[in-house]
């Protein structure tokens, strides 16, 4: 199991902005695609944005589409989500993932990540 810890989560008001971080550990991080997904209380977990091993292709939610933004450092072995524009919808546990797979494409279903963080409470207040 890949050592994945997140940080960066809250509490903040609507309206406000937070950035995520996740440290990674023990792969060649810059040959692996990684993944945000998010799960609120009493629903499914779901994909919030992904980024390939080179950073240079990312996907979005739809929901999250012009306010969130994902990014990657190579060299420190970690990647990031800031997030603009909260609203009590985005209000999670936000988990990263790394892609089972190296050097693939990006991936927005959770069945192609096998290592998962134990996730960053984020609340976004009204």
């Known amino acids: 199991q890949v050592p994945l810890v997140e940080s960066g989560g809250g509490l903040v008001q609507a309206g406000g902005s937070l950035r995520l971080s996740c440290a990674v550990s023990g792969l060649t991080f810059s040959m692996y695609g990684m993944g945000w997904f998010r799960q609120a209380p009493g629903a499914e977990r779901e994909f919030v944005a992904a980024i390939n091993w080179s950073g240079f292709s990312t996907s979005y939610a739809d929901s999250v589409k012009g306010r969130f933004t994902i990014s990657r450092d190579n060299a420190k072995n970690a990647v990031y989500l800031q997030m603009n524009s909260l609203t009590p919808d985005d209000t999670a546990v936000y988990y990263c993932?790394?892609?089972?797979?190296?050097?693939?494409?990006?991936?927005?279903?959770?069945?192609?990540?096998?290592?998962w963080g134990q996730g960053t409470q984020v609340t976004v207040s009204s």
């Open positions: 993932a790394a892609q089972r797979g190296s050097l693939g494409r990006v991936r927005v279903d959770s069945t192609a990540y096998g290592n």
